[in-house]
């Protein structure tokens, strides 16, 4: 199976820092790649930061986070970071022709072997690769937010995308601390996305119809299925419940919201600009809450659960 030795992360939005800590966890030298000097620096400083909290909080050794940083670096050399990379790493703004046409120029540039993947969350990877001279090479690896923190990647295959590109990319994450999952087909929303549209959709048609506040639905989540969704899957509890579990959903799924498109309440919310916590309001009062103080909670939870229950699952096997 090829090795991944030389990889270049693309992009300086809030991804690409764990993407490349990740990568330089499980061995491989990285090189994040920006548009300016200064914003691929900058990327580069705060996955140094991301990498001593992961040691700070006992999820990652010393040894490991310095060899990790000693792995990385910075660029904003479009070809000469890219020549000579095994792997090629986009996390460029979620547009289709962008990335289409930065995917083709990235393929002049690299060499015959190179993987080429796309951190995109939902765009379709088909697409992405049809302008593509070797569709073989592309697939997408979809990290979830915060990077250096989530564990899952999906690995989204197109129709094109070799074998050899889909079960390398699973032992490199996992190689890397991750916990890989491969989509066979691509569709909106690969996969964890199109379960957590599912519950958004319906959560907005909870509130939209009066049957709950915003903040008890949030409650809702957070302290009944959500909490044990770490350790119990979809499917684990559906068997374990047995017989009830289907009459419960069959009766449920009757009264639930089941038009395309985002229900009406999100559409005329978009429509006024409240967009969350940047504009200040969304379905939360944004200034009465701390987005600061919001993230912190999940990353000081994630950092307890992982280190309380995942143990060495999620902690890299090689880079030392």
Known sequence: MKKIHRATV??????????????????????ILGRSEGRAWNALQMAREQLLLLEQNGIISAEQSNGAIERMDASHDFRGTLEGADLVVESIPENMELKQAWIAEVEEIVGSDCWITSNTSGLSITVMSERARHPERIATTHFWNPAHLMPLVEIVRSPATADEVVWGLKALYERCGKVPVVVKKDRPGQLGNRLQMAMVREAVNIVSEGIADVEDVDRAASLGFGLRLPVYGIFEHQDLVGR?????????????????????LYKLMHEKGSLGAVPGKGFHDWSRKSPEEVRYRRDRWLWELLTATYGEWIRPKNGD
Do not use: R
Not at 252 to 263: C, F, Q, R
């Open 244 to 264: 009830d579990a289907f009459t419960v959903c069959d009766y449920v799924t009757k009264d639930l919201y089941n038009e395309p498109g985002a229900p009406p």
């Open 10 to 31: 693309a992009g300086t939005g809030m991804m690409v820092p764990g993407i490349a800590s990740t990568l330089a966890l499980g061995g491989v030298a990285t090189t």
